[in-house]
């Protein structure tokens, strides 16, 4: 069974930096992804970030490219997200997901495993 537990986020002022952190285990295949995923209130949840343990392929969506970076150690037991130069449209929860099968989700992954969520707020 895979688990993923996120931690790390919280309150910060525009301009500021976090780095969320997915401790993930679990995982019965050679092959998989793991991502970052955000809600923020009355929208939509979206795809983030994501990285691939098989070649750390990483991907970004085009509103974080630049301020955030997507890393994993140790075949991505821990994935991080180090996210600076907030702003008020990244609040939002942020969710840890991992895909081990093929979608059309980030990096071609399906993702099926998904944390808790960690509330990011960015306000002055």
């Known amino acids: 069974q895979v688990q993923l537990v996120e931690s790390g986020g919280g309150l910060v002022q525009p301009g500021g930096s976090l780095r969320l952190s997915c401790a993930a285990s679990?995982?019965?295949?050679?092959?998989?992804?793991v991502a970052w995923f955000r809600q923020g209130p009355g929208e939509e949840r979206e795809g983030v970030s994501a990285?691939?343990?098989?070649?750390?392929?990483?991907w970004y969506a085009d509103s974080v490219k630049g301020r955030f970076t997507i890393s994993g150690d140790n075949a991505l037991k821990t994935v991080y997200l180090q996210m600076n130069s907030l702003k008020p449209e990244d609040t939002a929860v942020y969710f840890c997901?991992?895909?081990?099968?093929?979608?059309?989700?980030?990096?071609?992954?399906?993702?099926?495993?998904w944390g808790q969520g960690t509330q990011v707020t960015v306000s002055s």
């Open positions: 679990g995982f019965t295949t050679d092959v998989y992804t």
């Open positions: 990285i691939s343990n098989n070649d750390a392929s990483t």
């Open positions: 997901a991992a895909a081990d099968s093929t979608g059309s989700g980030p990096l071609g992954g399906y993702y099926d495993y």
